[in-house]
């Protein structure tokens, strides 16, 4: 690995561990993301975006959402923070505390969807002319 900077560490290798020992809260409302379930958008789970590795994110909408257990209460500017950043980068950042997901999953989803849906979808660069075309 030698030549690596952390930035490429961080982005190959802990997406996958934390995908691997995801929270129970992670699992519970992955479940109901994945597969374009929500507003028809694709989701990635533990996206490395800049220094960070978010949640969810619907890279199409621009939409991140994080979910936040107890470590949090003692985080809240390396939170801020990182909601800066994500906004600086055309992110809208919704977190919800994981007993929200236990509590009311649907009120959840419901509030995402809301996002989602007032949000534009952002257009994919268009495909290269095909060979002896343009």
């Known amino acids: 690995m030698q030549g690596q900077t952390n930035k490429q560490i961080l982005r190959e290798h802990r997406p996958r ?3 691997n020992s995801a ?24 996206h490395p975006f800049g220094d960070y590795i978010l949640d969810f994110a619907c ?5 991140v959402v994080e979910l936040d257990g107890s470590q949090h209460f ?4 390396y939170d801020e923070a990182r909601t800066q950043f994500l906004q600086a980068a055309g992110f ?7 007993n929200e997901v236990f509590g009311d999953i649907d009120g959840v989803l419901e509030v995402i969807r809301r996002e989602l849906a007032g949000r ?3 257009p994919s660069p268009p ?3 095909l060979e002896g075309e343009g």
């Open 23 to 46: 929270t129970d809260a992670e699992r519970a409302l992955w479940v109901r993301l994945r597969g374009r379930q929500l507003e028809r958008c694709k989701f990635r789970r533990q």
């Open 17 to 19: 561990s934390l995908r």
């Open 74 to 77: 003692d985080a809240t500017a």
């Open 127 to 129: 495909n290269p002319p």
């Open 92 to 98: 809208v950042v919704l977190r919800f505390w994981n």
């Open 59 to 63: 890279l199409e909408r621009r939409v």
């Open 120 to 122: 534009v979808r952002t």
